[in-house]
């Protein structure tokens, strides 16, 4: 499977550390499949791939934060034997997590040093030698964070950078990046790129995760390439073209589609949003002004990377989140802004979210329950709940989505992750939604599961449902959409009918740059009316 | 590039505080306090005598204590419903030491230690049932309420098995087994103060000491805040927890044996739903039961508003069954207030991101 674009390198590179044939089995699902993955001393190594190929994993293993189900992992002739984090860090294998992991109530200086605190000899904390260090090590990095704040007072950019600093207080030879640029501005990645130079310069090897291709072509000198747990690419810089990783990224499975776009133009319009806009608990903007309107019928994608305010916009349209300005309208009726969640389960809004096992199931309960938890009120009876009406509309869910189950009493967790998403799929339908809004659907589901749900959402949109899903996956948003809203820092900066669709021009337009968002609608990209 | 960045930290005031009514909100346990010694005060003249300030600084010392324990482990986000069945058994323990020595069956005799001996061996006693809590917490996973809940009941058991449920009237000691002084710790005074005082400041400042200054009090609070941050940092988070267990476990062994030592007696019952009281006092502080929020300083604070409440309510003549009514409404109130200053936090953060949008140009 592995191929190998180009191995000018006449003398083997020297190899920091380097994995063979790593496999790692979850619960149900594979994650990596007889990984090889060379840390090339000095230099950025690249890895990159889709949503649940693998990246994350792999990287945790070679942090020792999580341990192969087979497979070796060497530093030099050395075999490594990880079982915590702790001793990766004692190598000088440091890793920059893509979700945040700092503790808001203690300062930046104390967060940059914990688990490794500067003590003196009766046990004591030297407050004052890692404030130092701390303030030593972000001028560093050009930033002028004050040391003493708490982290829960600082923006999220600032919260990365200190996420980095903590990684570098101390001597790494080994330095994990996992999506470190997802929400920094231009200013700021500028910043960090100078400092991955100075590492390189310094002998320190990188390894490095983003979405962002156009930054991995400036920055790698390696490139990796996972897709389902499997690799199957490599590359060194010179070679290796956008184009190329894209190919690589997506496979084969570009030319399939999910389903077919629509024939009929979208009925009348179901949805409309005009300048929502939501913030965030520390005063920041997640959603900046948003408009759009989606018709009877339509299924439509909101593409964008991490942190473009995807999941806060379904958020907000559930009733979890309070938008602090704008409207919102379903068929053609305004929706007060505060509304509570059952209110907009009401009005017929639904919501299958990103996190299946944590928000969209019980999971110790049996597919029955599962699909009835939404809508209970509607079987209870003045003797309690009715079992007829109950079994009969189980049956029709499983019949409709073709739920693969042996008998509804079975535990949902004894499923197939795509037959689970049916299930909270099947949830939703039962409150009779006028639009049913997807957070990352195929998320941890294979192909084959893919397609078959796309299929069912497609009978749905026939049937006059509108759905709205977001995705980072290129293949979900090319094949699966009548219409695609690309989402930038919490605004759309595209509104791509099916026939403009293309990878290039979604990775464009969701890469827009911070400067000319932040403008205020000084550019054209901003100004672009999305519809 | 360090512009850019410069203007988020400067946050003005050391407390964060942006508004007036999140001041107050802020320091809701001081006012409270001074709100009611004035109010007693001048209801009941008789409250400031110094007779009745020794009496209510005797009862906050036990409520310190406790709370000082369990102020480490809600810090950890653990809760520890125990201590007040872990300070009646380890009085039990101490009575029975006391009274009747260590019966060595196949010597056929008994062995009387000396007061400093049985104070230090039950308050390990203490210090260990605590870390048996944080143990099958950390590496059973059991859920800290159950775990704790059922040591309460465990505890409490043992704290009769002692005895068959009899109580130890006399603990006063014997001067032919070289005993006596036992009391000494809840009567005698130092410099006119209690010793249980004393105690109590030693033990604040010891903790206050821990809690900022160690290694392992930073971790608590990082704990806290963040659990997976803390063990993806290499923080050794089961070691940390268990050790707030093993605090709490002490501080519920000195807290019982200086009610025993008070009372010069020690019976079963003693202490019995104290662990309320602890828990209180530290909600009643400011901490969070979520973890990562509270300071010694604050659960004092919380100790002396308990303290205060129940002894000024019985010298203003407020009933019995009136008193615990209050009592339980002041507790709520405070977690209700809790949840205000959030809000009003909240709110103003939205505030200001709506002055932040009209201002162009000026995101960060």
Known sequence: MSRVANSSAASPPTLAMHARRITKVYQGTTALKGVDFNVVHGQVNVLIGENGAGKSTLMKVLAGIEQPTSGQLFR?????????????????????????NLCPNLSVAENLFVGKELRNRWGMVRHAEQRRRARATLARMGQAVDVDALVQDLSIGTRQIIEIAKVLVSDVQVLILDEPTSSLSDAEVKVLFSLIGDLKRQGVSIIYISHRLEELIEIGDTFTVLRDGHLVGTGVKGSVTIAWLVERMIGSSLAAQLREGAATPAGPPVLEVRDLTVANERGGLLLDKLSFSVGRGEVVAFYGLMGAGRTELFETLIGLRKAI??????TGVALPLRQTIAERIQAGIALVPEDRQKLGLVTGASVRDNLLLANLKRYARGHGLAPRPMEADVARMIEQLHIKTSNAGVAISSLSGGNQQKVVVGKNLLTEPHILLL?????????????????????????????????????????GADRVLVMCQGRITA???????SEASL????????????ARGGTTLAQQEPL | MAQILSAAPGKPASLGVRSLPLLLLKLRAYLALAVLVVLFSSIAPSFLSARNLVIVAEQVAVFAILGIGMTFVILAAGIDLSVGAIAGLVAMVAGSLIAEGLRLPWLGVSAFGSIPLICVATLALGT??????????????????????????MARGAASLVSNGATYGNLAGNPELNNTG???LGTARVLSVPVSIWLMILLTLVAVYISRKTVFGRQVFAIGGNERAAELSGVRVSRVKIGTYAISGFCAALAGLIIASRLGAANPAIATSYELNAIAVVVLGGASLFGGVGTIGGTLIGAFVLGVLSNGMVLVGISDFWQTVITGAVIILAVVVDQLQRRVEKSSAERQAKAQEALPGQQA
Request: no cysteine.
């Open chain 1, 495 to 501: 509104n791509l009918p099916r026939e403009q669709l």
């Open chain 1, 76 to 100: 030099g002739e050395e075999q490594l034997h990880l079982s915590n984090p702790r001793q990766a860090m004692a190598l000088g294998i440091g890793i920059v997590h893509q979700e945040l």
């Open chain 1, 507 to 518: 990775v464009a337009w969701s890469q827009v740059t911070r400067q000319e968002v932040s």
């Open chain 2, 128 to 153: 260990l049932v605590g870390a048996v809590n944080g143990w099958f917490i950390t590496r059973l996973k059991v859920t800290p309420f159950i775990m704790t809940l059922g040591m309460l009941y």
């Open chain 2, 182 to 184: 036992f009391l000494w």
């Open chain 1, 325 to 330: 300005g704008g409207h919102i309208a379903l």
């Open chain 1, 439 to 479: 957070d990352e659907p195929t998320r941890g589901i294979d192909i084959k599961a893919r397609r078959e749900l796309f299929e069912v959402l497609d009978g749905l949109a026939k049937a006059g449902l509108t759905i709205l899903y977001a995705s980072s996956d290129l293949t979900e948003i090319l094949g």
